[in-house]
């Protein structure tokens, strides 16, 4: 009887610690909403074939650089310069048009990244005969 008295003791106590365990609480989805800054971009210059040209390393922004995301615009403000666009956003996709207009005034930005605390961002655009490749990388 001892032998049943501490088997029913012991499954009794494991029992009770895993019912006290903390469930993991489900990270919160990452919103691109709210105010980001540029920490520095990196840019590809590519040939027709897409062979790359030259690879410029990360550089931080000449002036200080942000952009504030609401959910159908953002604004870029470079010094104290704002740039309003407006946007849709398909899953990774932010299809943005320069409040503006005129020529080149659309825009498709990849969203690489998205956390809490991080964005990178990638465009592409034609160059000569080849293109352009901008990462944008940002932090709140």
Same mark, same amino acid.
């Given at each position: 009887?001892? !032998?049943?008295?501490? $088997?029913?003791?012991? $499954?009794?106590?494991?029992?009770?610690?895993?019912?006290?365990?903390? *469930? *993991?609480?489900?990270?919160?989805?990452?919103?691109? #909403?709210?105010?980001?800054?540029?920490?520095?971009?990196?840019?590809?210059?590519?040939?027709?074939?897409?062979?790359? !040209?030259?690879? $410029?390393?990360?550089?931080?922004?000449? #002036?200080?650089?942000?952009?504030?995301?609401?959910?159908?615009?953002?604004?870029?403000?470079?010094?104290?310069?704002?740039?309003?666009?407006?946007?849709?956003?398909?899953?990774?996709?932010?299809?943005?048009?320069?409040?503006?207009?005129?020529?080149?005034?659309?825009?498709?930005?990849?969203? *690489?990244?998205?956390?809490?605390? #991080?964005?990178? !961002? #990638?465009? $592409?655009?034609?160059?000569?005969?080849?293109?352009?490749?901008?990462?944008?990388?940002?932090?709140?």
């Amino acid at each position: 009887m001892p !032998l049943f008295l501490r $088997s029913l003791l012991f $499954s009794l106590l494991i029992l009770a610690a895993t019912a006290c365990t903390k *469930k *993991k609480e489900p990270e919160p989805t990452p919103q691109l #909403e709210g105010t980001w800054t540029v920490q520095y971009t990196e840019t590809t210059f590519f040939n027709a074939d897409g062979v790359v !040209l030259v690879h $410029s390393p990360s550089a931080p922004p000449v #002036e200080p650089t942000t952009y504030l995301f609401t959910p159908s615009d953002y604004t870029v403000t470079v010094g104290s310069r704002p740039y309003l666009y407006t946007y849709t956003r398909e899953q990774t996709i932010i299809h943005s048009q320069y409040a503006a207009g005129g020529i080149g005034s659309k825009l498709d930005l990849l969203i *690489k990244t998205l956390t809490q605390s #991080e964005l990178l !961002l #990638e465009y $592409s655009y034609s160059a000569g005969a080849g293109y352009n490749r901008i990462v944008i990388h940002l932090a709140r």
